[in-house]
């Protein structure tokens, strides 16, 4: 039997950032309000603040190199980028981000440096006790349109510490909130291709 599996869609690219570069990233980040960036996002996100993303692109530049080898398995073709702008977000209890895209770049990532056991206890009650598929709290949701029967067009995950995902920055996504009394830290960025 000769048989066939095609790539379809869009690149959802997902790794681990290892504990050292995970803490060299966190010290990056600062609740200083002279980088106050929460008028520039759409996210219902209190604490928003700019980090240097010269230095984040430096700690994750052999992530980026791995990604580049997915890519250029995925579509047959190279990507160079850089980071055009990052920020962190320390998300509290009842904050979301809604679906949204970005604009403005060509790739989007998200990576996680903080996930206090509560939250995980929380989405995990929320999974036993709901249908397989509900979305529950604390979880990253990417969304390809329109919807379409027998195409999966809808991926949800609940992040680990250290999860770095890259995608199109046209793909919408959503953030869902969580009820839990604690913070949880993601670092935000957005890069452009290299001409």
Not at 59 to 65: M, P, R, T
Not at 157 to 172: A, M, Q, R, V
Not at 176 to 191: G, I
Request: aromatic share 18%.
């Amino acid at each position: 039997m000769n048989s066939k599996f095609y790539f379809f869609g869009p690149l959802l690219f997902h790794t681990e950032i290892n504990k050292n570069d995970l803490n060299e990233i966190n010290n990056l980040c600062h609740k200083d309000e002279d980088l106050n960036n929460r008028k520039n996002l759409i996210g219902h996100v209190n604490d928003v603040y700019k980090i240097n993303s010269k230095k984040l692109e430096f700690i994750l530049d052999s992530y980026f190199y791995e990604y580049k080898s997915c890519f250029f398995n995925f579509y047959g073709n190279s990507i160079d980028f850089y980071i055009n702008s990052a920020w962190v977000n320390y998300m509290r209890a009842g904050e979301f981000n809604p679906m949204h895209f970005h604009t403005g770049c060509t790739l989007s990532a998200v990576l996680f440096l903080s996930i206090p056991n509560d939250i995980k206890e929380e989405n995990l009650n929320f999974k036993e006790n709901r249908k397989k598929h509900s979305v529950g709290p604390g979880e990253l949701t990417f969304f390809a349109f329109p919807q379409i029967t027998r195409f999966i067009t809808e991926r949800s995950y609940f992040p680990k510490e250290g999860d770095l995902f890259i995608f199109p920055s046209n793909l919408t996504h959503y953030v869902a909130p969580f009820k839990s009394n604690v913070e949880r830290v993601s670092v935000a960025f957005n890069m452009n291709e290299k001409i």
